[in-house]
C-alpha cells in the first residue's frame, strides 16, 4: 500500500480552530498513524507501516509523499539535509521540481513566517486533495481517511458528475464533493496567517532547442533521458527488498521502449518480470506473439494473463473504495486477477508504457503544420510538413494549407474535447459546465497564447493525471510510468511538435531513439490491438446489472438524466453504438460513485462503519 498522509491546518492563535482541528485529529486511533508535526496550526499525520517509504523534512519542515530522484544522479531521495529542507521551504517548494523530480507531493511548513505549502507533481502524479471550512484546511490522500474524521455532512457536487458524464477525463480541480478540491498537477497551495493563494511552479512551457536539422541529436537526447528516468527506477526499487520490477508489456512501441530502457539498466534477468493480458476469443487483440518476442529479445521472463468476459464484475466496483470522483479507472476493479498476479510475484513497483501517447506524439495533429509555418521552417520543408501531417491526420493536405491560412489570419480553435459532448443522457446543460472549468484550468491562458499543436500537446499533457486516479493497481503498488516522468516531459517540450513525427509516422523520433535497441517488427508496429469485441461481450454480460443499478438509481431521483431516455438506450443495441456505449458507461460509473457516497455518508451519519449502509 502506498503511503496515505492527512493534515490539519488553521490559522496559528486561532482558538476556537485549534480546538476544533486537535478535536477532530484525536480520531485518528490507528496505530499505523504517525504524528510528524505539531507547530503552530499545523498536524501532519501519515499512515505508514515504516518512516523509510517517506521523506520527513528535518526541523517539522514537512513531508514528502512519494518517490523522489535527484535531477542527474542515479539513487532516490532517501533524507534532505536541514540546510537544503530549508531551502525547499523558504522557495515555497520551487525548487522541489527543478532540482528534483518525481510522483509526489509535498507539505511544506515555514514556521519563521507561518506559511503553509502544498505542491503536487508536475507530470501529475501522487494526488492531493484539500477540504476547507470553518477557518481549517484539511489535506489528504485518500478520501476514506477524511471522511473518518469530517464531523459534518457532506454533499455531493451535482454540477461535476454532469460534467463528468460528458468528459470522463475532464482536467479540473473541483472534485465530486463540495468544498473537496484536487491540486492540479504543478500547482502549489500558500496559506499565510490571514490569507492564501493557489498558482503554479511549474508550465508546460515550450522553447525550442532542436530545430529540423537536429533530428538525430533529439533522437539521442530522448532516448537518453528516457534511460535516465528507468535508471532511477530501478534504483528505487532495489531498495524496497529486491522484489522484481512487474513491467505491462502489451507487445506495442511504448511498452517495448521502456522494456528497452530497463534492460539498459538492469543486471540480473530476473530483476524484471513481464505481463501481458490478452483478451479471450480475441485474435485481433491478442497481442501475444509481440510480447513474447519483445521479452525474449530482453532475457525477461513473460506472464500471459488471459483477459476473461465471465471473469468481469461490475457489482464489485460497489464495494471499492470511494475516490474524490467518478472514474473510469475504477472499471478496473470489476477484474482484479492482474493486479493479484502481480500481487502474488512479490512486486511492488509495476511500470507499463502508459504515457506514450501522449509525450512521445502518438496523437496526429494536422495543426503541427501551422507551427512549422510560425516557426519559419521555410517553404520546402513546410511543404513536406503538411504533407506528413496531412497523412498522419488522414485529411487532404488542402486542409493542413487551410487550416495555416485561417491560424495566420486570427482563426483559432477551441481544445475542448467534443468527444463526449455528444452524448445523449446527460443534460445539455452539462456541456456547458464542463467546457467552463477546463476554460478555468490554471494552464489555460498560456495555452492559448501558443501555436496550436504545442496548445494541444501542453492539454495532453494535463492528460497524465489520469494515470495516477485511483485503480486496482494504483491502489495496491508503486506506479511508476516512466514515459510521463517529469524529465521526459521537459526534453519533449523543447522539440518542435513536427520534429516528433518527421517524415510521416506517427512518434518517429521515438522510433529512431530506440531503433538499436528494438526488434524490427516492432520498432515498425504503427497500431494498436483492437479489443472492442472483447470488452462488447464483457459489456453484455455486465448490461443486466447496469439497467438495475441506472434504472432505480440515484441519478434519475436527482433528475440528472431522463428515465425515459435512458429506458430507451438500455433497450436499444447498445453494443453496435459507440456513441451510445460510451454515455451509458459515463453514466454508470457516475451511478456506482453516487451510490457508494451516499452509502458512506449514511452510514457515518448512523455510526456504522464505513462502507456499510443503514437499514
Not at 509535498?106 to 519563521?112: D, F, M, P, T, V
Not at 481517511?145 to 477525463?169: G, H, K, N, S, T
Not at 446489472?545 to 435512458?566: H, T
Request: proline content about 5%; overall charge neutral; charged content about 25%.
Amino acid at each position: 500500500m502506498n503511503p496515505r498522509v492527512l493534515c490539519i491546518r488553521w490559522t496559528p492563535n486561532d482558538r476556537d480552530a485549534a480546538r476544533r482541528g486537535r478535536g477532530l485529529a484525536a480520531k485518528l486511533t490507528e496505530e499505523a498513524w504517525k504524528r510528524l508535526c505539531d507547530w503552530r496550526g499545523v498536524m501532519l499525520f501519515v499512515h505508514i507501516e515504516s518512516l523509510d517509504d517517506i521523506i520527513v523534512l528535518p526541523a517539522e519542515f514537512g513531508v514528502i509523499v512519494g518517490p523522489l530522484f535527484e535531477r542527474g544522479q542515479t539513487l532516490p531521495v532517501r533524507s534532505l539535509t536541514s540546510a537544503k529542507a530549508e531551502a525547499l521551504v523558504t522557495t515555497g517548494g520551487v525548487t522541489l521540481f527543478s532540482e528534483y523530480w518525481g510522483p509526489c507531493c509535498a507539505l511544506l511548513h515555514n514556521k519563521g513566517y507561518d506559511y503553509f505549502h502544498a505542491v503536487r507533481d508536475p507530470a501529475g502524479g501522487a494526488p492531493l486533495y484539500m477540504h476547507e471550512a470553518d477557518q481549517l484546511q484539511i489535506f489528504f490522500t485518500d478520501l476514506t481517511d477524511f471522511m473518518a474524521i469530517w464531523d459534518e455532512e457532506l454533499e455531493a457536487d451535482l454540477d461535476m458528475i454532469c460534467a463528468y458524464m460528458v468528459q470522463p477525463r475532464l482536467l479540473t480541480c473541483r472534485t465530486a464533493i463540495k468544498n473537496v478540491e484536487e491540486l492540479l498537477a504543478g500547482e502549489r497551495l500558500t496559506f499565510g496567517r490571514d490569507s492564501w493563494r493557489r498558482d503554479l511552479i511549474w508550465r508546460p512551457l515550450s522553447e525550442n532547442k532542436f530545430g529540423l536539422q537536429d533530428f538525430n541529436a533529439a533522437a539521442d537526447a530522448l532516448r537518453a533521458v528516457i534511460v535516465d528516468c528507468a535508471r532511477s527506477w530501478t534504483g528505487f526499487n532495489s531498495g524496497r527488498g529486491g522484489h522484481p520490477i512487474a513491467h505491462r508489456l502489451s507487445g506495442g512501441l511504448d511498452s517495448s521502449i521502456v522494456l528497452a530502457a530497463l534492460r539498459a539498466n538492469a543486471l540480473d534477468p530476473t530483476s524484471v518480470v513481464c505481463f501481458n493480458e490478452y483478451p479471450e476469443r480475441t485474435p485481433e487483440g491478442d497481442e501475444r506473439a509481440l510480447a513474447r518476442l519483445a521479452a525474449k529479445h530482453f532475457g525477461f521472463e513473460l506472464v500471459e494473463h488471459e483477459s476473461r468476459a465471465e471473469a468481469f464484475s461490475y457489482r464489485r466496483i460497489l464495494d471499492a473504495p470511494l475516490p474524490v470522483r467518478p472514474t473510469h479507472t475504477e472499471l478496473s476493479h470489476a477484474a482484479p486477477e492482474l493486479a493479484e498476479a502481480i500481487g502474488a510475484l512479490g512486486a511492488t513497483l509495476v511500470t507499463s508504457g502508459q504515457g506514450g501517447d501522449q509525450v512521445l506524439h502518438r496523437r496526429r495533429f494536422a495543426a503541427s503544420a501551422v507551427d512549422a509555418a510560425l516557426d519559419r521552417v521555410g517553404i520546402s520543408a513546410w511543404l513536406r510538413i503538411a504533407r506528413d501531417t496531412a497523412g498522419l491526420a488522414r485529411v487532404p493536405i488542402w486542409d493542413t494549407v487551410f487550416e495555416t491560412m485561417g491560424y495566420v489570419c486570427g482563426q483559432r480553435g477551441s481544445l475542448f474535447n467534443p468527444m463526449f459532448a455528444r452524448t445523449m443522457l446527460a443534460s445539455p446543460a452539462a456541456v456547458s459546465i464542463a467546457t467552463e472549468e477546463w476554460r478555468l484550468h490554471p494552464w489555460a491562458e498560456q495555452v492559448a497564447r501558443q501555436p496550436p499543436a504545442r496548445a494541444a500537446r501542453a492539454m495532453h499533457i494535463g492528460d497524465l493525471s489520469y494515470y495516477h486516479e485511483p485503480s486496482a493497481v494504483t491502489r495496491s503498488f508503486q506506479s511508476a510510468p516512466v514515459l510521463a516522468s517529469l524529465p521526459v516531459i521537459e526534453t519533449v517540450l523543447s522539440m518542435p511538435p513536427y520534429l516528433m513525427t518527421l517524415g510521416g509516422f506517427d512518434r518517429s523520433l521515438a522510433r529512431a531513439a530506440f531503433a538499436p535497441d528494438l526488434p524490427e517488427v516492432i520498432r515498425a508496429r504503427s497500431h494498436k490491438g483492437d479489443t472492442t469485441r472483447f470488452h462488447n461481450r464483457v459489456l453484455e454480460r455486465q448490461l443486466p446489472f447496469m439497467r438495475e443499478l441506472l434504472l432505480d438509481g440515484e441519478l434519475i431521483k436527482r433528475g440528472l438524466v431522463d428515465r425515459a431516455r435512458l429506458e430507451a438506450a438500455l433497450k436499444r443495441d447498445v453494443i453496435a453504438d459507440g456513441s451510445l456505449k460510451g454515455a451509458l458507461m459515463s453514466a454508470f460509473v457516475a451511478e456506482a460513485w453516487l451510490q457508494r457516497f451516499k452509502a458512506r455518508t449514511v452510514a457515518k451519519s448512523s455510526g456504522l462503519p464505513q462502507g456499510e449502509s443503514a437499514t
